[in-house]
């Protein structure tokens, strides 16, 4: 009877010293339980919650909270990103996707597609798709934020294609995701102060580098804030549907270049609207400041005036009640000497 072939793995594990095998079974095991977690990685459920409106909200195992909070936050952000783009077309629903951990990206991408390295959120306009990671090198991300992001740009390409400028998707992105930090606050304040800023061409080619540096967008941010806020005449607001904007935006997508848009919406070339905004940023973030410093030293030297004051009174009672206290000393004084002096007897004759 033949005897039946063994694989050749049980036969390298066989012809193995008795001290090897068990580092073997070890590693092999190790190896097993890596590639599982591995395939199991970026796997998401099914819809985690249905959102209300055009919104799908799928996640992966131990991203309840977060899928809760987009649930909840992510159809009313699409709702105004949409109402921002009216009369642009409507691009139906849109599938969210939440992954522990940034490296997962990619496995929750469709198609498994490629995301860049240090991308914490990636959109797929084609499929509707945007994934977003909860964390990132353990570090726990703002979820609804990054969502609100992607979802704007997604929205803004769909409307404009590519006759949106970098420095008008970046900013109206960050316009709906709220976004705001330290070190957009910092930035400004250099523009302010130093006049680090960018031409809006320099601008949109720092954006478009794999490695965007923070003052590229925080100066779209607020460049594009300020548009969305300005009125159709210099120095006024925009009343709540901020209608010049939206004109503006309109007008790109109909085929008109940036300059000609501003001048249609705004009454104003982009080169004016920028230097508007320049002088508007200058007012937040170098005049205010400054006002409110040369107030405080004028509250400091007020204040300084009043404890002298109050110093000054203080040192006049204690000098007061000190020369009180000697004469009543020296008045006490002369009264026992006196009492100590003998007494004269007047004779007569």
């Given at each position: 009877?033949?005897?039946?072939?063994?694989?050749?793995?049980?036969?390298?594990?066989?012809?193995?010293?008795?001290?090897?095998?068990?580092?073997?079974?070890?590693?092999?095991?190790?190896?097993?339980?890596?590639?599982?977690?591995?395939?199991?990685?970026?796997?998401?459920?099914?819809?985690?919650?249905?959102?209300?409106?055009?919104?799908?909200?799928?996640?992966?195992?131990?991203?309840?909270?977060?899928?809760?909070?987009?649930?909840?936050?992510?159809?009313?952000?699409?709702?105004?990103?949409?109402?921002?783009?009216?009369?642009?077309?409507?691009?139906?629903?849109?599938?969210?996707?939440?992954?522990?951990?940034?490296?997962?990206?990619?496995?929750?991408?469709?198609?498994?597609?490629?995301?860049?390295?240090?991308?914490?959120?990636?959109?797929?306009?084609?499929?509707?798709?945007?994934?977003?990671?909860?964390?990132?090198?353990?570090?726990?991300?703002?979820?609804?934020?990054?969502?609100?992001?992607?979802?704007?740009?997604?929205s803004l390409d769909d409307a404009l294609g590519a006759r949106a400028p970098g420095w008008l998707r970046e900013g109206f992105a960050q316009l709906h995701a709220s976004e705001f930090s330290l070190a957009r606050a910092r930035a400004l304040?250099?523009?302010?102060?130093?006049?680090?800023?960018?031409?809006?061409?320099?601008?949109?080619?720092?954006?478009?580098?794999?490695?965007?540096?923070?003052?590229?967008?925080?100066?779209?941010?607020?460049?594009?804030?300020?548009?969305?806020?300005?009125?159709?005449?210099?120095?006024?607001?925009?009343?709540?549907?901020?209608?010049?904007?939206?004109?503006?935006?309109?007008?790109?997508?109909?085929?008109?270049?940036?300059?000609?848009?501003?001048?249609?919406?705004?009454?104003?070339?982009?080169?004016?609207?920028?230097?508007?905004?320049?002088?508007?940023?200058?007012?937040?973030?170098?005049?205010?400041?400054?006002?409110?410093?040369?107030?405080?030293?004028?509250?400091?030297?007020?204040?300084?005036?009043?404890?002298?004051?109050?110093?000054?009174?203080?040192?006049?009672?204690?000098?007061?009640?000190?020369?009180?206290?000697?004469?009543?000393?020296?008045?006490?004084?002369?009264?026992?000497?006196?009492?100590?002096?003998?007494?004269?007897?007047?004779?007569?004759?």
């Amino acid at each position: 009877m033949t005897r039946p072939s063994q694989p050749r793995t049980e036969l390298l594990f066989n012809v193995l010293p008795a001290h090897l095998r068990g580092t073997l079974a070890l590693a092999l095991g190790l190896a097993a339980a890596l590639a599982g977690a591995r395939a199991h990685a970026g796997e998401v459920e099914g819809p985690a919650g249905e959102a209300e409106g055009d919104v799908t909200v799928r996640s992966e195992r131990g991203t309840g909270d977060a899928a809760s909070a987009v649930a909840r936050t992510a159809p009313a952000t699409l709702a105004s990103i949409r109402e921002d783009l009216r009369g642009l077309g409507n691009p139906g629903r849109v599938e969210i996707r939440i992954v522990r951990d940034a490296r997962d990206l990619e496995d929750a991408a469709p198609g498994r597609r490629t995301v860049p390295e240090a991308a914490r959120a990636a959109a797929f306009p084609a499929e509707r798709i945007v994934v977003v990671a909860a964390s990132q090198g353990g570090e726990p991300l703002d979820v609804t934020r990054l969502v609100a992001h992607e979802l704007a740009q997604m929205s803004l390409d769909d409307a404009l294609g590519a006759r949106a400028p970098g420095w008008l998707r970046e900013g109206f992105a960050q316009l709906h995701a709220s976004e705001f930090s330290l070190a957009r606050a910092r930035a400004l304040l250099a523009m302010a102060w130093r006049g680090e800023t960018m031409g809006l061409g320099a601008l949109s080619a720092e954006l478009s580098a794999a490695d965007v540096p923070s003052r590229a967008r925080a100066q779209s941010a607020d460049f594009v804030a300020y548009l969305a806020r300005r009125g159709p005449l210099p120095g006024a607001e925009a009343s709540g549907e901020r209608w010049p904007f939206r004109n503006f935006l309109r007008e790109v997508a109909g085929g008109e270049d940036v300059d000609s848009a501003a001048r249609a919406s705004f009454g104003a070339s982009l080169g004016a609207l920028y230097d508007e905004w320049y002088d508007d940023l200058r007012d937040r973030y170098f005049f205010a400041p400054a006002s409110l410093f040369s107030g405080g030293i004028w509250a400091f030297a007020a204040l300084l005036l009043c404890l002298a004051f109050i110093r000054k009174r203080r040192q006049k009672r204690a000098t007061l009640r000190r020369w009180e206290e000697e004469e009543a000393a020296w008045s006490a004084s002369a009264s026992a000497g006196r009492e100590g002096l003998p007494t004269a007897t007047v004779r007569n004759g």
